[in-house]
């Protein structure tokens, strides 16, 4: 069993909070000073230990150069001569002796302090080494595991044999120095990469607001208050650039919904008179009519009025095939000032009706490259309008000549009728459009035959141009190329644009 639930409205979309903008920025954010803050931590760690071990090395180095002077060995021992009454010399002494070792050169150690022997004395081969090479830096670690950084090389004794020296100094605080301070750093990175995260939530709350009322209005919009705006923050960015660009679509949507919805009224109406006329004549038939003659006359004038509906309703299919780009075109060399001079003798009836002077003025041989059937249609159109907008005791002119502009063939239009407001004057060639004051409204129309106009206009390549005067006329300008296009078929997409000067 199948089951269908309309639903009516658009669900609003949910925002995620994980998924979200704010959130993913957010994180960007945070990522980033993480792997920042840890970089630069690194970074000094290693550059403040390599400095701290430094110094320490430059200390041992200067103890060095002192041992050298307090130290002599005779008869293979080793004497340190220090003046004992000056303290500093003693001061002195007493520091090298604080980690020191010395052996003679078969590795038998000769003198040495507790703390040298906790890191461990050099086994004999290393010793040797050392008395035939030059002084050598080490790192080596005490059983407490504190590191000590030990400079070993050779000394000679009163007859000039070499003996192995070695003194040492704690790199313990050095060490410890540098990991109290990572340690600090890194205790504190968490807080910091908090505080991040919440200046980076704030900062992107404020970055996407803008984004979050666009969205919001556009949530807001409906078919009935399109022509809703949202207001430009005149920063000039890109969020203003989506703003306008927002702006301007639902400024086109609201135009082209405007249409439509007049459209709608203006079919109804126009196909509501000729239905209206057929069910009177009918219904009056039924009940009235006893002769055949009546039957007759009343189904005439019902099928006058079908003939005007299916007029209607040739327009409407014709246009969206148009728009639709289904139209084919038939161009081939055409005539131009014999087209028109049959369009206006067409016309003659209608004007003189109206009590419209209707002349013309051609100049003939001029061939175009031109669809005959579109050209009559464009003729016709502009010929209706001209005789439909100009009151009775006017006239109406049409001209085919040469443009100014070489290569070109000119047909201009001329009536001496109410004219177009300016205002309304950009909107003439939109679809449905028509001019909505007394005198022009009370003439029938659909407002398609100037979109036909700009169409047709558009696909021989040509432009138009009008001009009017409201009270004094109306001059419809068209230039048409003389090109010599091969004769062919042309299929057009979209719509007609119109050209307005
Ligand atoms: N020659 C003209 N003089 C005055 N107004 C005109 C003239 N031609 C066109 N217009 C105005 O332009 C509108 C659009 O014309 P058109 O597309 O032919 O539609 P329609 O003739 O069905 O109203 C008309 O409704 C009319 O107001
Ligand atoms: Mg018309």
Request: hydrophobic residues 40%; aromatic residues 8%.
């Amino acid at each position: 069993m199948a089951k269908f639930t309309r639903v009516f409205g658009i669900p609003k979309l949910p925002v995620h909070l994980t998924r979200g903008l704010r959130f993913r920025l957010t994180l960007s954010y945070v990522l980033f000073f993480t792997v920042l803050l840890v970089v630069i931590g690194l970074f000094f760690r290693k550059t403040l230990q390599s400095q701290m071990e430094g110094s320490v090395r430059d200390a041992l180095e200067e103890e060095w150069g002192e041992a050298k002077g307090y130290l002599k060995i005779e008869n293979q021992r080793p004497i340190w001569i220090a003046d004992e009454t000056d303290p500093e010399e003693a001061y002195i002494v007493s520091r090298i002796k604080h980690v020191f070792l010395i052996t003679d050169a078969n590795g038998v150690a000769l003198d040495y302090d507790d703390t040298y022997e906790s890191i461990g004395l050099d086994p004999a081969p290393e010793i040797t080494k050392v008395i035939h090479g030059d002084p050598q830096i080490t790192v080596r670690s005490d059983k407490t595991g504190t590191p000590y950084m030990i400079k070993a090389g050779r000394v000679p004794d009163d007859r000039g044999r070499p003996y192995f020296f070695a003194i040492g100094r704690s790199l313990g605080p050095a060490h410890k120095t540098v990991s109290d301070l990572t340690r600090t750093y890194f205790f504190m990175l968490p807080v910091m990469i908090a505080l991040t995260g919440l200046l980076g939530w704030a900062l992107a709350g404020r970055a996407i607001r803008p984004v979050n009322l666009v969205s919001q209005t556009a949530r807001d919009i409906t078919g009935s208050n399109l022509s809703m705006q949202i207001p430009l923050r005149n920063a000039g960015d890109e969020l203003d650039q989506l703003i306008d660009s927002f702006n301007r679509m639902t400024a086109r949507l609201s135009q082209s919904f405007e249409q439509t919805r007049r459209f709608s009224t203006d079919v109804s109406h126009e196909l509501r008179t000729p239905l209206t006329a057929i069910r009177g004549q009918l219904e009056v038939a039924l009940f009235t009519a006893e002769t055949p003659e009546q039957y007759r006359e009343a189904m005439i004038n019902a099928l006058e009025d079908v003939e005007k509906l299916s007029s209607i309703v040739r327009a409407l299919l014709l246009l969206s095939q148009a728009e639709s780009g289904q139209l084919a075109l038939q161009k081939t060399p055409l005539e131009l000032g014999d087209v028109a001079a049959d369009l206006v003798d067409q016309f003659q009836i209608p004007a003189e009706e109206k009590n419209v002077k209707l002349t013309a003025d051609l100049v003939h041989d001029l061939v175009i490259p031109a669809d005959r059937t579109q050209i009559e249609r464009l003729l016709s159109n502009l010929l209706s309008n001209a005789v439909k907008y100009t009151p009775s005791g006017g006239s109406v002119k049409v001209r085919v000549s040469i443009a100014d502009q070489p290569g070109w063939v000119q047909l201009v239009i001329e009536d001496t009728g109410m004219g177009i407001p300016a205002e309304n004057l950009p909107h003439i060639f939109d679809r449905f459009y028509r001019v909505r004051n007394a005198s022009a409204a009370a003439q029938p129309g659909l407002g398609l035959g100037l979109s036909f106009v700009a169409w047709i206009v558009e696909v021989h390549g040509g432009r138009i141009e009008v001009t009017s005067t409201v009270g004094a006329g109306t001059r419809f300008t068209i230039l048409l190329p003389r090109g010599a296009e091969p004769a062919e078929e042309v299929h057009v997409e979209g719509a007609a644009e119109s050209t307005l000067k």
